[in-house]
């Protein structure tokens, strides 16, 4: 199984993405904090078992 790399162009654009987002949703849904997100960095992880 071949793992997609990252786009870094999404990457780029998280600020910008996070702005938007937070003009139409209430600022206790928005997780930006770096120490905030490091719960979900494995949440996809199991998506990539080889087997």
């Known amino acids: 199984m071949d ?4 786009s870094t162009s999404r990457i780029e654009k998280k600020p910008e ?3 938007a987002l937070k003009k139409v949703l ?6 930006e ?3 905030e ?9 199991t998506a990539y ?3």
């Open 17 to 19: 993405l996070v702005e």
């Open 33 to 35: 904090d770096k120490a």
């Open 49 to 51: 078992r080889c087997p």
């Open 26 to 31: 209430p600022a206790s849904s928005i997780i």
């Open 3 to 6: 793992i997609p790399l990252a």
């Open 37 to 45: 997100t490091l719960a979900y960095e494995c949440d996809a992880l």
